[in-house]
């Protein structure tokens, strides 16, 4: 007979455990006081601005963002931060890479002071479009796997997805009355 399946978040899920619940009364929602990726107590909820998202018109993108208190351990808490701290790292170097590239591109005088010709090349342009589209990768594809737990509120409902089923778990039994 097979061993049991953890409840750990970086081992596979277990059958029928659940990923996400839908809070119906937002106004009386009780986030547990337990990590949301092992379920210990903890004392103190962890506060971040979680990214969703834009919304994009002609001409025009808005980012939305969520202020979340999530609940995790000290040792989560620091491979989060960690995890989001490398991330920013990589894109602040890229956006400055990409400055120097768009002043290289769109200024004249500074191509001349690099001794480069008057005109940038098709090598200038690719090279911009390459460092944006890892922006746009980092923001859009990589930066919502970072995330252990996802909130999106929509009026009065809240929608926690979570990769910890034991979380998702805690958080019904705290709002047992407002679960959807």
Not at 103 to 129: D, K, N, Q
Request: glycine letters at 8%.
């Amino acid at each position: 007979m097979g061993q049991p399946m953890s409840d750990s978040p970086y081992s596979s899920p277990q059958t029928g455990a659940p990923t996400s619940v839908v809070i119906t009364d937002a106004n009386v929602f009780q986030m547990p006081h337990k990590c949301a990726m092992c379920g210990a107590d903890v004392s103190q909820l962890f506060t971040y601005t979680q990214d969703h998202l834009p919304l994009v018109g002609p001409g025009l993108g808005l980012m939305r963002t969520t202020q979340v208190a999530i609940p995790y351990c000290n040792e989560h808490a620091s491979a989060f931060e960690k995890r989001f701290r490398k991330l920013r790292i990589a894109q602040g170097i890229v956006y400055g890479i990409l400055v120097v590239c768009a002043l290289t591109i769109f200024f004249e005088p500074v191509r001349l002071a690099f001794g480069w010709g008057p005109e940038p090349g098709p090598i200038s342009y690719a090279f911009g479009g390459v460092l944006f589209l890892f922006l746009v990768i980092t923001i859009f594809c990589i930066k919502p796997f970072l995330y252990d737990v996802f909130i999106k509120r929509s009026g009065n409902r809240i929608r926690i997805n979570s990769r910890s089923g034991v979380f998702i778990r805690n958080v019904i039994e705290a709002n047992q009355t407002i679960v959807d």
